[in-house]
């Protein structure tokens, strides 16, 4: 089964530009998680979707937002980029399925990456 | 929320020696996973460890969801076992997809 997929796995950008940055998930799996990681405040959680829709939501501005599409891939986009915004995006995903009509918890599976420089 | 803390921030080892790193959580979890992040930035799954002791290879872990704390064995270190570990515990019992990552241990093994 091929694994988490992340494109651009780099990218340079200015202050004020946006981006776009994509996932796809393991193939069945319908949970898609994206994560920040900087030097300085380690791995933060940025959001969550699940069968298009946004389940959880981390404590970033409103300029940092995402989708999701039937096919389960995964979006997310910066607008007005900020030095600050330079780091590592992770994706992750998993199968989460629901156990007695909650969701249920299950083991979360990583992208390489994308690599964002704001200059 | 949940809050995750490694210890220690820094290890450096012999090549060969064993090592444990540790993990310990706020709150009572439900499952806990073990990763290794690569050169790359890649996070590599080492474990899923709710409770119990999994194994393997060189590598072990061992949850004790009771008195919430998770430790991660490494015995005989090679070079390829340098980088950084992290833990991560879902946090709340109405989050699915959000994982609370610990600090990380980075590890250096040297030949």
């Known amino acids: 089964k091929a694994g988490v997929t992340q494109t651009p796995r780099y990218l340079i950008k200015t202050r004020g530009q946006q981006v776009t940055l994509s996932c796809s998930p393991i193939?069945?799996?319908?949970?898609v998680s994206w994560y920040q990681q900087t030097p300085g405040q380690g791995l933060q959680f940025l959001f969550e979707y699940f069968s298009e829709t946004q389940r959880n939501k981390g404590n970033f501005p409103g300029r940092f937002s995402g989708r999701q599409f039937s096919n389960s891939r995964s979006e997310m986009n910066v607008s007005t980029l900020e030095l600050g915004d330079s780091a590592l995006y992770l994706c992750?995903?998993?199968?989460?399925?629901?156990?007695?009509?909650?969701?249920?918890?299950?083991?979360?599976?990583f992208g390489p990456g994308t690599r964002l420089t704001v200059l | 929320g949940i809050q995750v803390e490694q210890s220690p921030p820094d290890l450096i080892l012999q090549e060969g020696a064993n090592s444990t790193l540790r993990c310990n959580f706020s709150d009572s979890v439900n499952n806990l996973q073990w990763f290794h992040q690569n050169p790359w930035g890649q996070l590599i799954n080492l474990f899923y460890?709710?409770?119990g002791t999994k194994q393997n290879g060189r590598l072990s872990a061992t949850t004790v969801a009771t008195e919430r704390y998770s430790l991660l064995y490494i015995s005989s270190s090679q070079t390829t076992d340098s980088g950084v570990y992290f833990c991560a515990a879902p946090s709340g019992s109405g989050n699915t997809g959000k994982l609370i990552f610990g600090q990380g241990t980075t590890l250096q093994v040297k030949p």
């Open positions: 992750a995903s998993s199968s989460t399925g629901t156990s007695g009509g909650n969701p249920s918890r299950s083991e979360q599976f």
């Open positions: 460890i709710p409770s």
């Open positions: 193939s069945g799996h319908r949970s």
